[in-house]
């Protein structure tokens, strides 16, 4: 089994639906790789169109078994002082044949 760093640009986002009426939103990042987790900074005042040009790492495996592990899951949330934080919405990049490719290779970049 071969390891190493798989790692992720966070650079913006387009296209978040408001959640509030006469609030600008303050999201922000969860990224999830198996059971790793980041949190990325607040992109304040950024409303619709966040950026936050940011990198995370996480450890990566392979092969590593069942194909969930090789997914790449990015929940955007609002940010609330008061309340607790909303979730906003989803996606998901599945990145196997990247980290397939980056043991075969030494290097691998999906943009």
């Excluded at 990224?31 to 950026?51: L, T």
Aim: some cysteine.
């Amino acid at each position: 089994m071969a390891s190493g760093i798989l790692e992720v640009v966070l650079v913006d986002c387009k296209g978040i639906p408001e959640k509030e009426f006469l609030v600008k939103m303050i999201p922000y990042v969860v990224i999830r790789y198996g059971n790793q987790e980041c949190k990325s900074s607040v992109a304040r005042g950024e409303g619709k169109k966040p950026v936050w040009n940011e990198k995370f790492t996480f450890n990566a495996e392979y092969p590593g078994g069942e194909d969930y592990k090789y997914k790449l899951t990015f929940h955007i949330m609002d940010k609330h002082k008061i309340s607790d934080d909303v979730f906003v919405g989803e996606t998901t990049i599945y990145v196997k044949d990247v980290v397939s490719l980056g043991v075969e290779t030494g290097k691998a970049e999906l943009r």
